[in-house]
C-alpha cells in the first residue's frame, strides 16, 4: 500500500493517478472539504484526516509499505505542515516498518534561507530524514510547469507577462509530470535509494525567457511587465507595519523572487540515467495541455 499525502495537490494528484494506472494500492490522504471525486474514481482508498493531526498520520500509517510525502501548506503556519506533519509521518513509517520513504523538498533546501519558514522546514525534515534508517529518496525540485498554466493562459488570452525581480535569474522549470513519475519510481530504482537529487527540466531558462516560449505556442507578442523587487519589498515592509504574521508568511515568494533555481546539465543528465527518462521541456509541457 503506497500512502501519498497531498493527493489532491499538483504532484500528488499526479502520483495517484500514475500508481492507480499501474494497479497499484494507493491511500491518498485528503481534507474533508478537498476535491477527491477523481481520487476515489481512480480507484484509491480515500483517508479523510489533517496533516495537522498526530492521530490522523498515525491512523493513515497503518499497513503501508510506501510514504510519498507530497503535502504543501494552505498559507497557515507553515511549519506545523512542513515540518511537524513530516517527521509524524517518518516516526510513523518507520514505526509501520515502511519499505521507503519519498520526500518531496525543494532545490536550494540546503541553501539556508533564513527568510522562509519552508525553505528551513525542508532541510531540517531532510535531516530528519536521512538519520532516520528508513529507505529515503528526497528530491528537490526547481518550480513546477504546473504552476505557470495560470500564467500562460492569461498569456494566450492578453499577451501579459508579469516578472517581479530581476528577469536574467535562472530557472529549470520542471514537468509536473515527470516529477510525479520520478517520485513513484523512485519507490523501485535502486539508484534513487537514499538519494537527494535535485530535479530540473532539461533547460535552464531565464525567467524572460518563459514569455518567448509562451509567444512561439500562442503565436502572440508578448508584453513583459517587469517589476524591480524593491517593490515587492516595500509592500512587504509596509503590510509589516499592520500584521508582522503576514509579513513573515511572504518570506517564501521573497526568496523564490530573489533567487535563481536551476539544476546543471551534469544533474540532469544523472537523474534521467537513474530514471531512464528524459525529461520533458516546458515548451512540451504547456503545448500538452493548453494548446488546441
Ligand atoms: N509548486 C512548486 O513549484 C514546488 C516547487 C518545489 C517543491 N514543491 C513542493 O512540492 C510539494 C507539493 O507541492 P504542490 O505544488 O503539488 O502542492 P499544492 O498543489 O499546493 O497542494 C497542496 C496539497 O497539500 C494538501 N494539504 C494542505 N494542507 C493540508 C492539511 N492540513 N491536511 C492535509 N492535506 C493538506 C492540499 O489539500 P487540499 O486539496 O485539501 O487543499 C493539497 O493536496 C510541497 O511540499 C512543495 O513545497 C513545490
Known amino acids: 500500500m503506497f ?3 497531498g493527493a489532491t495537490g499538483q504532484i500528488g494528484r499526479r502520483v495517484v493517478r500514475l500508481l492507480r494506472e499501474r494497479d497499484m494500492p494507493v491511500r491518498a490522504f485528503v481534507r474533508l472539504n478537498s476535491r477527491y471525486g ?36 494552505d498559507g497557515g503556519s507553515e511549519e506545523a505542515l512542513h515540518y511537524r506533519a513530516n517527521v509524524e ?43 532516520s534508517d528508513l529507505n529515503y529518496t528526497i528530491l528537490r525540485p526547481a518550480g513546477l510547469s504546473s504552476n505557470l498554466l495560470p500564467l500562460a493562459e492569461r498569456f494566450r488570452d492578453t499577451g501579459i507577462y508579469l516578472i517581479i525581480g530581476d528577469s ?16 513513484v519510481d523512485s519507490t523501485s530504482v535502486e539508484g534513487a535509494k537514499n538519494q537527494t537529487l535535485p530535479v530540473g527540466g532539461p533547460h535552464i531558462l531565464k525567467r524572460e525567457d518563459i514569455p518567448g516560449i509562451f509567444s512561439r505556442i500562442f503565436n502572440q507578442d508578448p508584453i513583459i511587465i517587469n517589476l524591480p523587487l524593491l517593490l515587492f519589498d516595500g509592500f512587504r515592509s509596509g503590510l509589516g507595519l499592520v500584521d508582522s504574521e503576514a509579513q513573515r508568511s511572504f518570506g517564501t515568494l521573497r526568496v523564490l523572487l530573489a533567487n535563481e533555481f536551476f539544476c546543471t546539465s551534469d544533474e540532469i543528465s544523472r537523474l534521467e540515467s537513474i530514471y531512464n527518462l528524459k525529461m520533458e521541456s516546458l515548451e512540451s509541457f504547456v503545448q500538452r495541455y493548453l494548446a488546441s
Open 168 to 183: 536574467k535569474n535562472r530557472t529549470s522549470i520542471v514537468s509536473t509530470d515527470d516529477l510525479a513519475q520520478i517520485a
Open 38 to 73: 477523481e481520487l476515489e474514481q481512480r480507484g484509491a482508498e480515500v483517508f479523510i484526516g489533517d496533516l495537522r493531526e498526530d492521530k490522523d498520520i498515525q491512523k493513515a500509517c497503518q499497513g503501508v509499505r510506501y510514504v510519498i510525502s507530497a503535502h504543501s501548506s
Open 89 to 131: 509521518l517518518i516516526d510513523q513509517a518507520k514505526k509501520n516498518g515502511v519499505e521507503h520513504f519519498v520526500f518531496i523538498s525543494v532545490l536550494g533546501a540546503g541553501r539556508g534561507y533564513e527568510d522562509s519558514a519552508t525553505f528551513k522546514a525542508k532541510r531540517e525534515v531532510e535531516k530528519y530524514l536521512t538519520s
Open 3 to 5: 500512502l501519498v499525502t
